[in-house]
């Protein structure tokens, strides 16, 4: 009744022939898949029903075989769709939400639309996440209302986010789930997820123990982080708007040189000009040929300043500062530098402002939207991991009319950065250890800062032990000296001797005198890069020695409660520039002379009676260089005979009053 009524006027014959190609095409889609569940999403749990909460779900859509087909299973790669949703079935409004999907299959996305991917390389798609699951948060849509507060609106209270992405090492009978699945805001709490066959759910309800900042904000509350953007819209109309960057520093010992910020356009901008930044590319064609130009057909793209997908965003240099065009702003044209509020606070914050123009559906004032997956990166600087933009309170400041009144951003968002510790072997800077009473120093760790696939040395031995005036050389010119001084004091050589630490910063701690009152230990900073650093500075935390530090003497040095113990050291002035490798005096047969600067550091025992300085204690554990933390030795300096007698002592100072002198001597 229903194909009669609904068909009226086509012929039978005519219908058939369409239910044949309809079902001859399902059968060949049937047989290109290998689907472990049905077509269509399961039906939802009677658990959702009971849920009053944040309702999470994950579905398998189901996989595919794809090139290249091999005979190892684990080798085997497939492609994967999926979909996860959340629902807002509680009473409390859901902001900036962010659930945690534990992949464990080497899954490689390769889109989600409804959010984006947190924790990503912030390279964009594919994006490695099978090692340790990844994070998703809510885009364009990133906070939930309530059922009460929109009569049911489900368009309101709930999201779904289409995954594809690629998988591997899994048996064609079985289906690749992931470890779990979570809601990962403040305040929730979220039991063990639930699964059956190829779906998961959880239901994570309000921490009742949670005790949020009671601050009346519209939008989120602002976050701490490490680094802070601030994006705001300042003017806003039909096509485009007007917006201001602000990056603040707020770690005491975070710091940024030459910093490149990039983020990602989702819905086709592009920036028509900048004040107090520039980007790399300025190269019309990406708009030209794509949706830009197909918009605005009369456009002069010439004069565009960027329609890249993914700008690269650099600070202007001091010269443009009073530039009318380019410059005027506040805290902004430093040369990219950034530096720590322990050091400088006016130049612990930078700002750039951007005109960006907007492609339809967007084409009205009120339709605005933050780019996202924001990325920076320095040259020998801490490594940052953003989150994703946050709506907050619009931005005030100070009415530019001197007036005591204030004015308020159209919208503003912000973006939080907190500081990594680097993984092994991808350190920027490293640490080397000696001692008065050994005659070897452990130098810095093989591969410490990385080492090419193809490098011919052994990438996982253990470093040669070296003579002190070892560390003065560049690596290529050491391993004369690392082979003759293992033959003279009877080291075993590998076959295949280590590889270097490649690591254009290397700093050497020393430990000098162990007397009853006190101790020294004497700091030497090697540049072994060309590019200078200006306004450097070094920090040593340690585990018991930190209240007996009494002076450094040829730096500047402060005291830091936080973090963790920390005695801070910059250059004095006239010694804040350490200067980059250069020619030896003989460039025919010396090797090159890395920049250096040298420093004693004096710690008393009074407040420190059990200290132990020779069996570990004298050492720091942890160092860092422009905010970037560095590689540490495994292994403590060995005494150079079984003890130490009194009688020991002169000899070992001797040789560390040489190894001064032969310092202080290539140091002039």
């Known amino acids: 009744m229903l194909i009669r009524s609904t068909c009226i006027g086509i012929p039978w014959r005519v219908l058939s022939c369409i239910a044949l190609v309809v079902f001859s095409c399902s059968i060949e889609i049937t047989k290109a898949q290998d689907y472990d569940s049905p077509d269509t999403p399961a039906a939802p749990p009677p658990e959702q029903g009971k849920c009053d909460g944040i309702f999470v779900t994950y579905n398998f859509m189901g996989r595919e075989k794809i090139y ?28 900036s939400w962010k659930i945690f999907i534990g992949f464990q299959h080497d899954e490689l996305l390769v889109s989600a639309d409804g959010a984006v991917v947190v924790n990503g390389d912030g390279d964009g798609f594919p994006i490695k996440v099978g090692k340790n699951g990844t994070l998703f948060a809510g885009f364009p849509q990133s906070d939930l209302e309530t059922a009460i507060d929109t009569a049911g609106d489900y368009t309101q209270m709930m999201v779904q986010v289409n995954i594809k992405g690629t998988l591997f090492g899994v048996k064609p009978s079985a289906t690749p789930m992931p470890k779990t699945i979570k809601l990962v805001n403040d305040g929730y709490k979220c039991p063990g997820a639930m699964r059956r066959g190829s779906y998961m759910h959880v239901c994570c309800k309000r921490d009742p123990k949670f005790k949020a900042k009671k601050i009346k904000t519209k939008f989120m509350p602002r976050q701490y982080g490490d680094l802070s953007f601030t994006y705001d819209i300042l003017q806003a109309f039909e096509n485009k708007y007007m917006a201001q960057v602000t990056i603040d520093n707020n770690h005491p010992l975070g710091r940024l040189d030459q910093w490149n910020l990039t983020w990602e ?33 009369d456009f002069d793209f010439s004069t565009v300043m960027n329609c890249q997908k993914k700008p690269i965003i650099s600070d202007l240099p001091p010269d443009r500062e009073n530039d009318d065009k380019v410059g005027k702003l506040p805290y902004c044209c430093k040369n990219g530098t950034l530096l720590p509020n322990t050091m400088n606070g006016t130049k612990a914050r930078a700002i750039f402002q951007l005109e960006v123009f907007k492609l339809p559906p967007d084409m009205n004032r009120t339709a605005l939207y933050p ?41 503003s968002w912000q973006v939080s950065c907190n500081i990594t510790h680097p993984k092994p072997k991808q350190a920027k800077c490293c640490v080397s250890f000696s001692a008065y009473y050994a005659d070897s120093v452990v130098p810095c760790n093989t591969c410490a800062c990385g080492c090419d696939d193809d490098a011919r040395c052994n990438q996982n031995a253990a470093p040669l032990p070296l003579p002190p005036d070892a560390l003065l050389v560049p690596f ?39 007397y009853k009152t006190g101790w020294t230990a004497r700091i030497t900073l090697f540049n ?26 040829s730096f500047n040095g402060t005291k830091l409660t936080l973090p963790n113990n920390t005695i801070f050291m910059e250059g004095l002035p006239g010694l804040n520039y350490l200067v980059g490798e250069v020619n030896g005096t003989h460039p025919d047969r010396d090797p090159r002379v890395p920049g250096k600067q040298q420093s004693v550091i004096s710690f008393l025992k009074k407040d420190t009676p059990h200290i132990k300085v020779a069996q570990g204690d004298g050492f720091p554990s942890k160092v860092f260089f422009n905010g970037e933390e560095c590689a540490l030795p495994n292994k403590l300096p060995i005494r150079s005979g079984a003890t130490l007698s009194p009688s020991g002592v002169l000899p070992a100072i001797f040789l560390s009053a040489a190894t001064f002198l032969l310092l202080s001597g290539r140091l002039n």
Request: some cysteine.
């Open 528 to 553: 072994w890069d060309e590019i200078p650093f200006v306004d450097w500075f070094t920090a040593f935390q340690f585990k018991k020695a930190f209240p007996g530090y009494e002076k450094v003497y």
């Open 476 to 514: 290529a010119n050491r391993t004369k000296k690392a082979v003759a001084w293992a033959h003279l004091k009877h080291h075993k050589l590998p076959a295949k001797l280590p590889c270097p630490d490649n690591c254009g910063v290397s700093i050497n701690w020393h430990l000098d005198t162990d």
């Open 371 to 411: 780019p996202q997956n924001w990325k920076i990166e320095g040259v020998v600087n801490p490594t940052y991991k953003c989150g994703p933009p946050s709506r907050v309170d619009p931005t005030e400041f100070p009415d530019p009319s001197g007036l005591d009144a204030t004015t308020s951003a159209v919208a």
């Open 265 to 297: 356009w989702m819905r086709n901008e592009f920036i028509n000009n900048m004040k107090g930044a520039y980007t790399h590319r300025k190269d019309p064609s990406d708009c030209i040929y794509g949706a830009q130009g197909q918009y605005y057909q």
């Open 68 to 95: 290249p087909l091999v005979k190892n299973t684990s080798a085997q790669a497939w492609s994967f769709k999926a979909m996860a949703t959340v629902l807002n079935a509680g009473a409390y409004e859901l902001k």
